[in-house]
């Protein structure tokens, strides 16, 4: 299965995913963690997942979207879904998914139930989509609802204010006996708030031994740990040192990854809007003071052109091109070439989709990271 971008395959509400969930198999875990927000969505899920699987519990986790397999979506224990249970959950669901008119995501999300209902697993993790209120992750009941940092983006879909976006995303916590959040804008706060009047504001720790760069991350793993923490009653199997020691252990690639390319360094990220860009920009002159070259990258209906000014200071040059989604999906791979050609030994970030992450590891032939860290496949 291809990578659509997530708005453009999104089709708000539940109808079709109720009518995808009846093709699926049955089977409600002992929690279910939805997890919504604007960035950092993925690495607090694997954190978490990480920390879980950790204490012995089976975890599903799913999330989006993926880089170079659609498998890496669905894992079990870190293990993404092999091709042949794919297949048959393509099988059993496709007939009612064409009858129903689901789409992309929706599937998927039929898709990863299905096989976390088949495994009997103990947790299941959701990441959300586009929003949270109409999401497909959001058609069946969760225990646990996770808010990571809420910025600007989707805006066709969620509004195009804080406020407006932070009440499409509280709907992650409707019917959640916990809800934890990042610490956010005060707008957000109060929304949340207004929400679930019980909800809870984690404290950012301080993660020394994290093993994914970015002073991001350490909001993202406090997260995790939050919710961790909750949980740690109703799973006495879990151990909170044991816990963070898998969570500061924890990889996501496509997050600063670091990559060796003969004498030159070079950094990717997914950071697609300006929120993510605004997250990563205390964390980049550690990296390289300055960048021989940044190189940014968008869809052909995005714009970063404004969030150029907050990067220039980091680096001698600044490439920006628009429409790695909707033409050249090479695009990157092809300026970074241009710039390491030029700049042999130099220091070199990217910063685009998931596509474009997933054009230079392809290009590269990287390892990408499994969860928590333990080993590394090739998803090439």
């Known amino acids: 299965m291809g990578q659509p971008s997530a708005d453009r395959d999104y089709l708000p509400g539940h109808e079709r995913m ?148 932070a009440s499409e995303k509280a709907y992650a916590m409707d019917g959640c006996r916990w809800s934890i959040s990042a610490p956010q804008a005060d707008a957000v ?39 961790v923490q909750q949980l740690q009653p109703l799973f006495p199997e879990l151990d909170l040192a044991c816990a963070r020691q898998s969570i500061a252990g924890c990889r996501v690639a496509g997050r600063l990854q670091s990559l060796q390319v003969g004498a030159a360094q070079v950094w990717l990220d997914a950071a697609h809007n300006r929120h993510a860009i605004e997250a990563l920009l205390p964390s980049l002159p550690a990296l390289a003071d300055p960048f021989d070259a940044i190189l940014v990258f968008t869809r052909e209906d995005r714009s970063l052109e404004d969030e150029l000014a907050l990067l220039s200071p980091l680096a001698k040059k600044v490439v920006y091109r628009r429409g790695d989604a909707g033409g050249d999906t090479h695009a990157a791979v092809t300026a970074l070439q241009q710039e390491l050609a030029a700049h042999p030994g130099g220091s070199f970030l990217v910063l685009g989709s998931f596509i474009t992450v997933a054009a230079v590891l392809r290009a590269y032939a990287v390892q990408v990271f499994a969860l928590g860290g333990a080993r590394e496949e090739s998803y090439l």
């Open 18 to 165: 109720h009518a995808l969930l009846a093709a699926t198999s049955r089977h409600r875990p002992r929690l279910r963690i939805r997890v919504a927000g604007t960035n950092g969505k993925g690495s607090t899920s694997n954190m978490l997942a990480a920390a879980l699987q950790a204490a012995g519990l089976t975890v599903g986790l799913y999330t989006s979207p993926h880089l170079l397999r659609f498998n890496e979506r669905i894992r079990i224990n870190g293990v993404p879904l092999t091709d042949a249970a794919l297949l048959g959950g393509l099988e059993r669901i496709m007939p009612v998914a064409l009858a129903a008119g689901g789409s992309y995501f929706e599937v998927a999300t039929a898709l990863a139930l299905d096989a976390f209902a088949r495994a009997a697993v103990d947790v299941e993790i959701l990441e959300a989509g586009v929003g949270a209120r109409l999401d497909a992750t959001t058609a069946v009941p969760a225990d646990m609802a996770l808010l990571t940092p809420i910025g600007l983006d989707h805006q066709a879909w969620l509004g195009d204010t804080l406020r407006a976006i």
């Open 189 to 227: 706060a109060a929304v949340f708030q207004a929400f679930h009047p019980s909800f809870q504001s984690c404290d950012v720790l301080h993660w020394p031994e994290l093993a994914m760069s970015g002073a991001h991350q350490q909001v993202n793993a406090s997260l995790a740990y939050a919710a």
